[in-house]
């Protein structure tokens, strides 16, 4: 049974690059969470997605966007990187109905 | 708003000791709380969960963790470290049980166990 999968593992961007990040939910799943995880701290919510609509939102701004595909695979778009973009992204996935996240091991990305 | 406080740090038991780990939540209505473990360069694995009921709750790996309303917390506890469970820990509230994606972590506790 295939857990969550992301791609990238590892990036590296240039200030003011445009960069897309992939997520594969855990089977049976049909919901994607994607969180920010900056360096020493705990995750922090982004959105999240569900029947290829973005559902609730966290403090980001415009420059992270998303979309969800058919098969509930996911992409995270960030544009106009900052060196404060550089983290760990997490992508987690679960069912509508109330079950627990599963994570998947994160696309770390570095601005320079 | 809500958030999730967790004290220390980091924090260093030795092999077969107790380990008791520390989160308070600020919140309004009742919380759902959850406690995740992350390993260097993995993601986060749910260790355990309260939604409503028994206040003491049981998770995987040995932990176990106790609901306390009146002291908003939710503790993270073990009888007997073993040198495995060097990992991050983070405490985590959700506000919607039928929704659990969007969830408020704390910064997150680094064991040590030494041998």
């Known amino acids: 049974d295939a857990g969550v999968t992301q791609s990238p593992t590892h990036l590296i961007k240039t200030r003011g690059q445009q960069v897309t990040l992939r997520c594969s939910p855990k089977?049976?799943?049909?919901?994607v969470s994607w969180y920010q995880q900056a360096l020493g701290q705990g995750p922090q919510f982004i959105f999240q997605?569900?029947?290829?609509?973005?559902?609730q939102r966290g403090n980001f701004p415009d420059r992270f966007s998303g979309h969800q595909f058919p098969n509930y695979s996911s992409e995270l778009n960030v544009n106009a990187l900052l060196l404060g973009d550089s983290a760990l992204y997490l992508c987690?996935?679960?069912?509508?109905?109330?079950?627990?996240?599963?994570f998947g091991n994160g696309t770390r990305l570095t601005v320079t | 708003a809500q958030s999730v406080t967790q004290p220390d740090i980091h924090i260093t038991v030795s092999e077969g000791a107790s380990l008791e780990l520390r989160c308070n939540y600020s919140?309004?209505?009742?919380?759902?709380l959850f406690w995740y473990v992350q390993s260097p360069g993995q993601g986060l694995q749910l260790l355990l969960k309260?939604?409503?009921?028994?206040?003491l709750v049981q998770g995987i790996k040995g932990f176990e963790a106790e609901f306390k309303r009146s002291q908003s917390s939710f503790n993270l506890r073990k009888p007997s470290v073993h040198w495995s469970d060097a990992a991050e820990y983070f405490c985590?509230?959700?506000?919607?049980?039928?929704?659990?994606?969007?969830?408020?972590f704390g910064q997150g506790t680094t064991l040590q166990v030494k041998p």
């Open positions: 919140y309004g209505a009742t919380p759902y």
């Open positions: 997605y569900y029947e290829e609509e973005e559902r």
């Open positions: 985590a509230v959700g506000a919607d049980p039928s929704n659990t994606g969007k969830l408020i």
């Open positions: 987690a996935s679960s069912l509508r109905n109330n079950s627990p996240l599963h």
């Open positions: 089977s049976g799943h049909d919901t």
């Open positions: 309260y939604f409503s009921g028994d206040t």
